[in-house]
């Protein structure tokens, strides 16, 4: 049993101390919104921020993730209103199937954090996330946008 | 309990197919034209890729798949620009496989990869937009009893230039389904394309 902080809310989680974190997020905590690719860590598809850092959940283990702050997708718009980057993908129509998007906007909220107004090629050196449908262009353009909201 | 029924339907359907063509006909003739197609709301289809509603609302008709992808909004962006219609009132429908089937494949290819579906239909749906445009606005000249030569459209919007008259593609649509579509259609020149190949809103997401 592990003591999970998820989005503010604690969960007990009944696994293994080396069950991949993604799996307590999505099976445990029932939070699909993060989502499993390749499971060795190189997609980012399940990108979370665990404090505040963004973090491949797939490649991180439960044992790890205990007493930290875990953010997830659903957790990051605050006070009811999406967070920037979420408003930038929707103004510029990102995504297309949508699948990798939601690790994408985790991997961008958390360079914001960072670097609240990245060149491109600061965007290329942080934003290794694959998207299958090769969406790159259009979430370019809205992690500029959003870094200019 | 359903057999019997259902076999002298067929009989039926079967049996008068081949009088069926001067049937429609024989009706038709009173009204002076062809069998105008309708929507399921009951507004008439121009043709297979434009229905119009009288409150000026367009129908585009989508025959490749929406996967994200953009088509949908790219397709009838490229029937709208020949269309010459107001793009806030396009809405889109897709046809059934089954429909494109019963109307002859209207609608032509109705796969969806490989980045096909602009690429290989984009010619014949501009043309379904501009047969449509020449139709609305020839209903309109034979309103007016003047030469279709003298009329431009724009924005849903057909316009008499020497009187100034003018009218909208709903007013114009019930007598505009009736005519023949015209044999030769000009497509506008990219370079002139006001709608299609612009990076425009989606249609297919939420706000």
């Known amino acids: 049993m592990a003591n999970l902080t998820i989005n503010g809310k604690a969960f007990d989680v009944d696994v293994e101390p080396d069950t991949p974190l993604l799996w307590a997020i999505r099976e445990n905590a029932g939070l699909t919104g993060t989502k499993y690719g390749c499971g060795i860590a190189q997609c980012g598809a399940c990108t979370v921020h665990i404090d505040g850092v963004a973090m491949r959940s797939c490649g991180v283990l439960v044992s790890e993730a205990v007493g930290k702050q875990i953010t997830t997708i659903e957790g990051l718009a605050a006070d009811g209103a999406l967070h920037k980057v979420q408003q930038a993908w929707i103004a510029n129509d990102v995504p297309q199937c949508g699948y990798c998007q939601s690790g994408m906007i985790m991997a961008v909220a958390a360079l914001l954090k960072e670097k609240p107004k990245p060149t491109d090629a600061d965007i290329d050196e942080a934003i290794t996330n694959i998207c299958r449908c090769g969406t790159f262009q259009q979430a370019r353009e809205a992690i500029h946008a959003a870094a200019n909201a | ?207």
């Not at chain 2, 008068?16 to 049937?23: I, Q, S």
């Not at chain 2, 006909?25 to 062809?34: E, S």
């Not at chain 2, 008259?165 to 497509?187: H, N, S, W």
């Open chain 2, 1 to 207: 309990m359903n057999h019997m029924p259902r076999l002298n339907r067929r009989a039926f359907v079967v049996g008068t197919a081949a009088a069926g063509a001067g049937l429609a006909l024989g009706l038709d003739l009173p009204f002076g034209g062809p069998t105008v197609v309708r929507a399921a709301d009951g507004s008439p289809e121009v043709n297979a890729w434009v229905v119009i509603r009288p409150d000026d609302t367009v129908v585009i008709r989508i025959a490749r798949s929406e996967m994200g992808q953009g088509t949908l909004t790219g397709l009838a962006q490229l029937v709208a620009e020949e269309l010459e219609c107001d793009w806030s009132k396009v809405t889109t429908e897709y046809p059934t496989p089954g429909q494109s089937v019963a109307r002859k494949r209207a609608w032509g290819d109705f796969s969806t990869g490989g980045s096909r579906g602009i690429r290989t239909s984009q010619e014949y749906v501009r043309k379904g937009g501009a047969t449509a445009r020449m139709m609305l606005v020839q209903a309109a000249a034979n309103e007016w009893k003047v030469p279709v030569a003298e009329c431009t459209a724009a924005n849903s919007v057909i316009t008499h230039t020497p009187s100034g008259k003018t009218t909208t593609y709903g007013k114009v649509v019930e007598a505009a389904a009736k005519l023949e579509p015209p044999a030769d259609v000009k497509l506008k020149d990219p370079k002139d394309w006001k709608i299609a190949g612009k990076g425009l809103k989606r249609l297919d997401t939420e706000d």
